[in-house]
């Protein structure tokens, strides 16, 4: 990018800080989602949905119902979290975020739609600005348009404006002095004075003489290279670690519940859960082919997004940007994920969304930004 760009115009400050509110009150809307979906008014609306075509005619459940949108709440959650965090990267003349906004604002549109919010489609609206004028020159490094200010406001016509000067009446211009009101310079009485001979230049006391000398390489103490690029920031290489370290456990833990439900009878779970009637009764209110088959979802997904992000952190400890931002939405769209569900659900997925949004922070500080950009 180039370093003689124009300041940042308020369209992009405007558009920035709509995409920041907008995406953590879709995380608030999620969050009353969730919480919600298991009450006995909403169970109620579902079923008298179900009941009346065209819905009757879909084959769906309550349950499936209510467990469609758990997830849709989390999508939600977890693309407006991501795009929280890229808007204070636009802030930054971030092009990559922009694009990254351009892509999460599709999902966001969609999963905020159902969970009874308009923010979704404010986030959206304020992506698209980013993409216009004066804010499509800025992010480029151009001048603004001429239309424009300096500040991206519209520059008024001046031209209009301004009464047009008459002209000034024959007789006036007739009696105007010449030279622009000046009076006539009267001749000077006294002499010019005497020319005298130019002096011719001397000898120059060096070769170079009068003309500026070329900076000399200054050479290194002990005659040692000169130093090459500037080391890796280490809060990078902690959150590359924290990101490998997390993935490793995660895709491990998931594939050991997977081998659990494949080894081990409903009858030996059954047995296990007897003196917690919470977990019974939670087990119960499902099939157990729909609960194995759950998991196995979860598994494909968990190992897949751990492989992703492992190799997203390889490219970002290599300097690679558009991988550094890339784990950067990564980890910020798995931390409202687990905000929501360790709130509603398990409150110990909290303590699992510490180390990932540890990783965000280091990933956001001004010295990992600048490093190979």
């Not at 906004?101 to 698209?128: E, H, K, N, Q, T």
């Amino acid at each position: 990018m180039s370093d003689a760009a124009p300041a940042r115009p308020r369209q992009v400050t405007v558009a920035a800080w709509l995409i920041i509110l907008g995406s953590v009150f879709v995380v608030l809307s999620a969050f009353g989602q969730v919480s919600g979906v298991s009450s006995l008014e909403t169970r109620e609306r579902i079923e008298a949905l179900l009941s009346e075509p065209p819905a009757d005619g879909l084959g769906l459940s309550v349950g499936t119902v209510l467990d469609m949108l758990r997830v849709v709440a989390m999508v939600a959650a977890a693309t407006a979290t991501a795009t929280a965090i890229l808007g204070t990267q636009v802030l930054q003349r971030s092009r990559a975020a922009r694009t990254w906004l351009s892509v999460l604002a599709v999902p966001l549109f969609l999963s905020a739609a159902f969970i009874g919010g308009f923010m979704g489609a404010l986030v959206a609206a304020a992506v698209v600005m980013l993409w216009l004028q004066p804010a499509k020159s800025w992010f480029a490094g151009e001048p603004l348009p001429e239309r424009f200010n300096a500040d991206g406001t519209l520059r008024k016509d001046e031209s209009a404006q301004k009464p047009a000067q008459k002209p000034a009446p024959a007789a006036e211009r007739d009696h105007q002095p010449v030279g622009h009101g000046a009076p006539p310079q009267q001749p000077s009485a006294y002499p010019p004075p005497p020319a005298y001979p130019q002096q011719q230049p001397g000898p120059a006391p060096y070769a170079g003489f009068g003309h500026p000398q070329a900076e000399r390489p200054q050479a290194v103490p002990g005659g040692a290279p000169a130093p090459g690029p500037r080391r890796r920031p280490a809060a990078l290489a902690w959150a590359c670690a924290l990101t490998w370290v997390g993935s490793g456990l995660v895709s491990l833990f998931w594939l050991l519940a997977t081998l659990v439900f494949v080894a081990v009878p409903q009858a030996d779970f059954d047995e296990l859960l007897e003196g917690q009637p919470e977990a019974q009764a939670q087990l119960a209110a499902y099939d157990w082919a729909e609960v194995t088959q759950s998991v196995y979802v979860m598994t494909a997904v968990s190992v897949t997004w751990s492989i992703v992000a492992i190799v997203l952190a390889v490219l970002a400890f290599r300097g690679v940007v558009w991988a550094r931002l890339a784990l950067t939405v990564s980890s910020a769209a798995l931390a409202g994920v687990l905000f929501v569900w360790g709130v509603v659900w398990a409150p110990a997925m909290l303590l699992v969304m510490v180390p990932v949004a540890a990783t965000v922070v280091l990933l956001l500080r001004p010295d990992v930004r600048a490093w190979r950009r």
